[in-house]
C-alpha cells in the first residue's frame, strides 16, 4: 500500500509537470537563470580566492641579521623561526642573494650597484605566512628573537589582501541570498497559477477527505522535479561556458604573463552539485509548500 502512494505522489508530480507545461517552462527558465547568475558569481569568486591565496603565500617579511653573526646563530635563527605558529615557510637569503635581488629590482639602473661590496648587504631569511590575519602575531614573535636586527614588513599590502578576500566572499554569499528570495518569489507566484488553475480539483478532494499533505505532495514533487532539471541544465551550461573560456584565457598571451592559473571547473565540481541540488530542491519544496498554503486552508 505505501509503494502504491509513493508510485501515485511520483506520477502525479511528473503528470504535473508535463501537463502544466508553460508553467513549468517559466519554472525552470527561472531557476536556471538563478543558477546560472550564481554560477558566474561563484566561479569568478573561487578564482578571485584562489588568486588572492596564491598571492598570501609569496607576502611576509623579511627578517635580518646582524653583521656578526655567526653561521651557528644563523642557524640557530632558522630553526626558532621554523618553530613560530603561523610561519609557512622560511628561506635563507645570502649575501650574494641580496645583491644579485636588489640588482633585479633597479632594472635599467642595476649598474649602480657595480661598486658596491657584497659584504654590505646582510644575509635575511624570506618568511611566508599560513594566514595573513597573523600578520602582527607573528611579527611579535620574530621581534622577541636573538640576533634579528631588522624586520621588513609588508603589512600594507597583507591588509589589503585580507580585505579584499573578505570583501569577494561577503558579496558572492549576499548574491546568493538575494537570488535565493528572488527565485522563491517568481517560482512561488508562478506555481500558484498551476495550483490556482486546479482549485476545484483541490477543493473536491478535501471534501472526499483527502489530507492537507496527501494534496499537497504531488505538488512538492514538481516543484522538486523542475528544480533539480534547473540544477542539471545549469550545471551543463555553467560547466561547458567555463571550460570554454578558461581555455580561451590560459591561451592568451596577456593572461600567460599575469602568471595566474585558473581552478579547473572540476575543483569546483562538487561543491557546485551540491549547492545547485540544495537550491533547486530547496527552492521547490518551499515555492510549492507557500503556493498551497491559501487553497489548504480550511
Known sequence: ?????????????FRNVFKNKKSAFSCLGVMCATMLIFGLFFTIGRNLNHAIQSLEKEQGMQVFMYPEATEDQVDKLKEDLSKIEGINTVTFVSKEEGYNIMKKRLGKNSK????????????????????LSMNN????????????KEIQNKS??????????????????????ILILISLFIISNTIKLTVH?????????????????????????EGII???????????????????IATQLSQSDTWQRLSINLLSFGDMLGQIIFVYMLLGVGIGIVGSTISMKKYLEV
Do not use: C, H
Open 226 to 244: 523542475i528544480g533539480l532539471l534547473s540544477g542539471i541544465i545549469s550545471i551543463l551550461v555553467v560547466g561547458g561556458g567555463y571550460n570554454y
Open 197 to 221: 488553475a486546479r482549485r476545484k480539483e483541490i477543493s473536491i478532494m478535501k471534501y472526499v477527505g483527502a489530507t492537507n499533505g496527501f494534496i499537497r505532495t504531488p505538488f512538492i514533487i
Open 1 to 13: 500500500m505505501k509503494y502504491n502512494v509513493i508510485g501515485y505522489f511520483l506520477s502525479e508530480g
Open 156 to 177: 600594507d599590502t597583507i591588509e589589503t589582501l585580507s580585505n579584499v578576500g573578505n570583501t569577494i566572499q561577503f558579496v558572492t554569499f549576499s548574491m546568493f541570498v
Open 112 to 131: 649602480a650597484m657595480d661598486g658596491f661590496d657584497i659584504d654590505v648587504f646582510e644575509v635575511s631569511y624570506i618568511v611566508t605566512l599560513t594566514d
Open 137 to 148: 602575531q607573528v611579527y611579535d614573535a620574530i621581534s622577541k628573537l636573538d640576533n634579528v
